[in-house]
């Protein structure tokens, strides 16, 4: 099972590496959702800090949901989804490696937003950087478990650039009040544990349940 | 089966003697609440509505499970119809909601919990509709669709947590633990409870009406292939 995964993982890592196509888009795309975000907000420097966790969050749900569908564009391509189907890999470990490649690719793009919205909103980071990071993770881990699953769905639909963010959007929203609340309280000074709980509450739930059905979604 | 089809017959009967005693107790027998004056009544469907979606979108979360795990077809048609009733009363909700509000709270829409909750709700299970359009050939959607409704409920209590850390200011109707003012007038109960009956029992039979009309739908393309398949093998 774990090797299975890791075999999943390894072979995305290693396209992405080669092509750099999901990566790029990431982080054009992150870049620019930020820019746009503090343009259209336009704040004073006094008040730019209030806006980072809206801006962070906002950048992340809109990036990941633009970007995420080209793991699956890929194997799609040759048909290398019937290839992966057909050897003895358990579609669970083939969730959890695509579900671990994804996660890579947004905490990179996450690493690289975060300190971008630090400097142009304002805020300093540093001192939290521990709650920030757990805060990042979970996000990203609960963004990419549902992310998953449905990229894996939209990928055979025939208008899958609106289809996806539009089921995704409503069912992530735990993840963006959790994570903009988490962060806004961890800048603030306050404890952020309510808003952490939301987060792991929606982790737990949906790996599990993307392990369950993964399989639902991907036979034909 | 008998038994089924008898109560399904008295269905509408049922739904129309409920909703005449409910609008005589709305709009006749029931007080006019003291400050909010006439414009509370609307607040008789709202809830009833409320409760209708949540129910329809709980069914589409049995049947979709049914449905992944039996394969049975009866399942995915129920599934589709509640999540069609569902969306449509989560619509009314939203419409009888802000007309009352704008009245006594000033403004149309708040960020509120229970709206926000809604408003999501409302989204999932259009997108739940749109998937059924436009997500593909039709046994994998219907999968799609299943693991959608799945996804949908189980997201509910997490959504549910997460709009808390939201400031709320939405009356708790029932109950004052949430620092709402709480219905105490017997007869506003009363109506409350014969309303939400009423539309209830809407539901219900709208949901058996349009399954119903999903089975005719799926035979009558069965048999079109038939005839298709015959005029093939003839010529």
């Known amino acids: ?220 | 089966m008998g038994l089924m089809r008898r109560l399904e017959s008295l269905l509408p009967w049922a739904t129309l003697v409920a909703m005449l005693i409910a609008q005589w107790l709305i709009f006749v027998r029931v007080p006019t609440e003291a400050q909010m004056g006439i414009v509370q009544r609307i607040f008789y469907f709202h809830v009833g509505t409320a409760w209708a979606a949540f129910g329809c979108f709980f069914v589409v979360a049995g049947a979709s499970a049914v449905y992944l795990w039996r394969g049975s077809r009866a399942a995915d048609r129920l599934a589709l119809a509640s999540a069609e009733v569902g969306v449509l009363f989560c619509t009314l909700v939203l419409v009888t909601g802000p007309i009352w509000a704008r009245p006594i709270w000033g403004v149309w829409w708040t960020w509120d919990p229970r709206l926000t909750m809604t408003v999501i709700l409302w989204a999932i299970y259009a997108a739940y509709l749109m998937l059924r359009a436009f997500g593909g050939s039709d046994e994998s959607v219907s999968r799609y669709a299943a693991v959608l409704g799945i996804v949908g409920v189980l997201d509910i209590p997490v959504i549910r947590l997460s709009v808390r850390l939201l400031q709320g200011i939405h009356p708790a109707v029932l109950t004052t633990r949430e620092g709402g003012s709480g219905l105490t007038d017997p007869t506003m109960r009363l109506t409350l409870y014969v309303s939400s009956i009423a539309i209830l029992l809407l539901a219900g039979w709208l949901v058996g009406l349009r399954a119903r009309a999903a089975r005719l739908e799926s035979e009558v393309t069965a048999l079109r292939r038939e005839v298709e398949a015959r005029e093939g093998a003839a010529a």
């Open chain 1, 1 to 220: 099972m774990i090797r299975g995964v890791l075999a999943v993982l390894r072979k995305d890592l290693r396209i992405e590496w080669r092509t750099k196509e999901s990566l790029a888009g990431f982080v054009v795309l992150g870049v620019l959702l930020v820019v746009v975000f503090s343009v259209a907000l336009d704040p004073s420097p006094q008040d730019a800090p209030r806006f980072a966790p809206s801006v962070l969050w906002a950048t992340f749900v809109f990036t990941g949901l633009l970007g995420i569908q080209r793991g699956f564009v890929l194997e799609r391509e040759n048909d290398c989804l019937g290839g992966l189907l057909s050897s003895p890999l358990d579609p669970a470990a083939l969730y959890l490696g695509k579900l671990a490649s994804n996660v890579v690719l947004l905490g990179i793009m996450q690493a690289l937003v975060v300190p971008l919205v630090a400097m142009l909103l304002h805020v300093d980071v540093g001192r939290v950087l521990p709650v920030l990071m757990l805060t990042l993770a979970l996000g990203n881990l609960g963004f990419a478990a549902l992310a998953t699953l449905f990229a894996a769905m939209t990928v055979r639909a025939r208008s899958r650039e609106v289809m996806l963010p539009v089921l995704l959007l409503p069912l992530l929203v735990p993840v963006l009040i959790g994570g903009v609340k988490a962060t806004d309280a961890a800048l603030g000074g306050a404890t952020a544990a309510a808003p952490l709980g939301v987060l792991v509450a929606f982790d737990t739930i949906f790996v599990m349940a993307g392990v369950l059905l993964f399989e639902q979604v991907i036979r034909d």
